[in-house]
């Protein structure tokens, strides 16, 4: 089967185009399709699907036959909170393949990546409608009429001017420099984030702490008066809501400071309750994230500690997501720690419940954990609604677009990030994605970066047509789009804290032509659905360029990426119905040209072009 043309082979997602209940019950039976070239010769179709881990098979039946290509229906009935199921297959020659997540396959498979159906209550509706645009409240932006940093800044802090170079090179100093942006300035400037198309303001934390970044919280009870205090949070979150914005905030679950009041109490006195949040030793020292002394880990066995930070009215989970102006949701640091350690692994039943304590208070409530690696076995839809995608999206796109001469390290790995071509992204995208439920996947950021990474104009070695690739990946494959504040202009950054800078409010210190882009292709995003809502198929993946199309009911759009000008790509348009009645929507340097029974594929450099046919053609 892999002889054949990609659009040629046997296909199943998890959209609604071949899932018709996106939110089923429990009991409740689905139609699931596949649909079938008639290029690939299949005589029989059946789905395989575990009923309390024990398959059972049903036979599928053609619903739908055109010139091209066959419907395969079948039904799966959702006997378990996450229903796994696959296909079996036999061609008209004998041939037995399964089609499961990671494509086809000739001989037996495991089940990880079997397709899932989730009867958990369904994400909030408008995630999947999101642009989600990250803000370093330090960094972002002061407020009119602020007084000098220096004035303000506690004694930990080292104070800084907007303009200064941020301190890479002394440990001291690069988590205490404070350049006094605050949460005014960012409400002062909500028009920016307009202006670009995002929709929602994802806050990296505002709660007090001893650092810049905040990840080391000395309450969770109040606003940082540092950032304004409690009254700015209500009056961004006032004015985002006006506006029509979503606001997130980011909560550490895994850890606090060392100077928060817990651990204060708990330090102080070996009788305090507190004493139980946390993993003392006998001696009197304690655990920490990865060692840090200054950030202790949490003990999630601790059903006083679960009463304090999610069960009781005003614990901070159900605190800051509740009233007039509260937040839409949250994102959990280092969630993939929390609620382990040594032998302890209470990880999900820590998700779970926070996922409980939001829909208690609102079903509109996004949660969103973050996961550097393979997060698969903690987002199967039960606990995070989805996780920062870097494994199935960041790191494939870092692997395509990263410069010659720039091997960046990735979040502590010891060797450089590897330059690798289309065929091993693609092959790297699907197997990742295999391994989530589709609901999970596509509410997950993409992103080319945050605060914590290499900045995306640096990664590519300072190419703005790179950048451009970079963001049309971005904003047309599953997910939502996360883009960190400055990623938009051109904002550099070698690593994590160097990427930290202050955004530069003078345009003309701006890459305009790059601002354009991401305005352009986030405008293309929000106006077509199946950028949103389509599943997601390879037309063609080659050492430098990378082609798939996004397909729903309401129509189709395909999409063409390359890192460098290559040969033209000639694909087959039967499988690609109608698109000579299409537009193109944005392009840069790449161009995609339907010619009766082709299409042509080419790029004079990195560029990308994407290409929409309104027809619904593809509708059963």
Known sequence: MSR???????????????????????????????????AAKIAEVHVRQLWDAEPTFAAAAVERHTDVEDWWAAQVTCHNPVTPYRFLLQGVDGEYLWLNGDGLHRRDVPDHSDFRLLT??????????????????????????????????????????????VDTESPAVVSTQLFGGDLDGIREHLDHLQRLGATV?????????????RY???????????????????????????????????????????????????????????????????????????????????????????????DRA??????????????????????????????????????????????????????????????????????????MNYSGFTRPLWTWLRDKEFAPNFLGAPLAVPRLGGESVAETIDEFGSLDPWRSRVHSFTLTGSHDTTRV???????????????????????????????????????????????????????TAIFTTYQELIAARRELEPLRYGGLRWVSATTDSLTFVREDRSGVV???????????????????PALDQGRLVAASAARIEPC???????????????????????SR
């Open 314 to 387: 005003d614990a901070p989970v159900r605190r800051w997501l509740s009233g007039p102006n509260a937040l839409d949701g949250w994102r959990v640091d280092v969630a993939n720690m929390t609620g382990r350690h040594n032998a302890q692994d209470i990880n999900h039943a820590v998700a779970d419940h926070m996922r409980a304590t939001l829909e208690d208070l609102d079903a509109d409530k996004l949660l969103v954990g973050e996961h550097v690696h393979d997060h698969s076995a903690d987002a199967q839809g039960s606990g995070w609604h989805g996780v």
């Open 201 to 213: 303001l994802y806050l990296t934390p505002f709660f007090p702490a001893r650092s810049n970044h």
């Open 558 to 576: 395909l999409v063409h990426c390359a890192r460098a000008a290559h040969e033209a790509v000639t694909v087959p348009a039967v499988h690609l």
């Open 4 to 38: 054949i043309d990609r659009l040629a082979r046997p296909h199943h997602d998890g959209s609604r185009l071949y899932v018709d209940n996106q939110a089923p019950q429990l009991g409740e039976t689905v139609t699931v399709r596949v649909r079938v070239p008639h």
């Open 457 to 511: 104009r640096t990664l590519v070695g300072d190419d703005p047509a790179m950048v451009r690739v970079a963001a049309a990946l971005l904003l047309t494959m599953p997910g939502i789009p996360m883009i960190t504040y400055g990623d938009e202009i051109g904002m550099e950054g070698a690593f994590g804290e160097d990427g930290r800078r202050p955004m530069p409010w003078d345009e003309n210190c701006w890459d």
């Open 120 to 165: 958990y209550q369904a994400p909030p509706a408008w995630a999947t409608e999101s642009i989600v645009y990250q803000v370093f409240p330090d960094r972002f932006a002061r407020a009119k009429g602020a007084p000098p940093v220096a004035e303000i800044a506690p004694e930990w802090a080292t104070p800084a001017a907007w303009d200064d170079d």
């Open 216 to 310: 080391d919280a000395a309450t969770f009870d109040a606003v940082d008066p540092l950032l304004g205090g409690d009254d700015a949070l209500d009056r961004l979150v006032a004015e985002a809501h006006r506006r029509g914005l979503r606001v997130l905030g980011d909560l550490t679950t895994n850890h606090t400071g060392d100077e928060h009041e817990w651990f204060r109490a708990a330090r102080a006195n070996a009788e305090a309750p507190e004493r139980d949040f946390y993993f003392f030793h006998d001696d009197g020292d304690y655990d920490s994230w990865l060692g840090v002394h200054s950030l202790p880990k949490l003990d999630h066995s601790s059903p006083l500690l679960r009463d304090a930070l999610f």
């Open 596 to 618: 009766g029974s082709s299409v042509t594929l080419q790029a004079d450099g990195p560029g990308y072009a994407v290409w929409s046919s309104p027809t619904a053609q593809v």
